[in-house]
């Protein structure tokens, strides 16, 4: 190994030196499941992504269905300073999202 390390010097930019000890470890079943595995961690990342944009859309709905309701309140007649103060509350809610 330390032949091989003091060589690895003589050789060219790119060049991958491997140790016949580790030519096991490049097996084609062993760089099949590290892929396998780095796929699988992806997806799930992928589908909490998802799950959380669903949240986050469920949230902006609930709060646009509560601001249309107050509208509503408002142009019917209602407490306007109440509504208003209560849209401004539902608007502030909904800017993080």
Do not use: W
């Amino acid at each position: 190994m330390r032949k091989l390390c003091r060589r690895a010097g003589q050789l060219s930019p790119g060049t991958i030196l491997v140790c016949p000890g580790h030519l096991r470890q490049l097996h084609p079943d062993v760089i099949n499941n590290v892929v396998d595995k780095a796929l699988n961690k992806f997806k799930a990342s992928q589908m909490e992504l998802k799950e959380r944009r669903h949240y986050l859309y469920k949230q902006i709905k609930d709060v646009d269905i509560e601001i249309e309701r107050l509208v509503a309140a408002i142009s019917a007649g209602g407490d306007i300073p109440v509504l208003v103060t209560a849209v401004k509350a539902a608007n502030e809610r909904k800017a993080p999202f």
